[in-house]
């Protein structure tokens, strides 16, 4: 039972443009959400994230959304890089369950020169 | 500040062997925590330590058991392997108290079982 779910395992983006990568979570406990990216032979690397008692944090040119009515978050990314290529990975977490994170299976962007 | 380490590599096992594979954490940091990811998958939190305790567990066997030590390294030891334990095992390193869920990742331990 995946109680995070990033529902596009790509996505590609054209150099200069926003990428969107989008997850959905199902256990209404779970009160804070993080990003991490992935490069190849690397492990994750934290990225930016958010409390339930926001709708947006935004660090640069990285912007989370919370939809806490939908159980759905997305992050941004403004403009996009060729850097910026990895495989990114929601997680969440709750206080109840000692904080352990909740991972989705991960979206791989390809930002295109 | 030196940042999370985990050795081997790569290591190559046989079903019913035994494996452990060792974790340094960032500098400063007390609490560590194992992850096991699967090819296509997102990583599965296998349990966590802080003050040499563990303080977590997901749901792993009891096969899987680990230590961390006074130095905050650790350890993840898997007995009697099977096919399935075949994934990248992920160490992460966090300091207690800063930053929900900020975890340090190192670049992890490719297992294969054969």
């Known amino acids: 039972d995946q109680q995070v779910k990033q529902n596009s395992p790509s996505l590609s983006v054209q150099e200069g443009r926003i990428s969107i990568l989008n997850c959905d979570y199902t256990?209404?406990?779970?009160?804070?959400f993080l990003w991490y990216k992935k490069y190849p032979a690397e492990g994750p690397t934290f990225l930016i994230s958010?409390?339930?008692i926001k709708d947006k944090n935004e660090d640069g040119r990285f912007t989370v959304f919370l939809n806490k009515s939908a159980k759905h978050l997305s992050l941004h990314i403004v403009p996009s890089q060729p850097g910026d290529s990895a495989v990114y990975f929601c997680?969440?977490?709750?206080?109840?369950?000692?904080?352990?994170?909740?991972w989705g299976l991960g979206t791989s962007l390809a930002v295109n020169p | 500040e030196t940042g999370v380490t985990q050795s081997p590599t790569h290591l190559i096992k046989t079903r019913g062997q035994q494996v452990t594979l060792r974790c340094s954490s960032q500098s400063g940091h007390n609490t560590v925590s194992w992850y096991q990811q699967a090819l296509g998958q997102g990583p599965q939190f296998i349990f966590q330590y802080y003050r040499e305790e563990e303080n977590g567990r997901g749901n792993f066997p009891p096969r899987f058991s680990g230590l961390q030590f006074p130095n905050y390294s650790s350890e993840l030891n898997v007995n009697a392997l099977e096919l399935d334990d075949s994934a990248l095992y992920l160490c992460a390193s966090s300091l207690v108290g800063q930053g929900i869920g900020e975890l340090f990742f190192g670049e992890g331990s490719r297992l294969t079982v054969l």
């Open positions: 256990n209404s406990m779970f009160d804070y």
């Open positions: 997680a969440a977490s709750s206080a109840g369950n000692n904080r352990k994170l909740i």
């Open positions: 958010i409390s339930s």
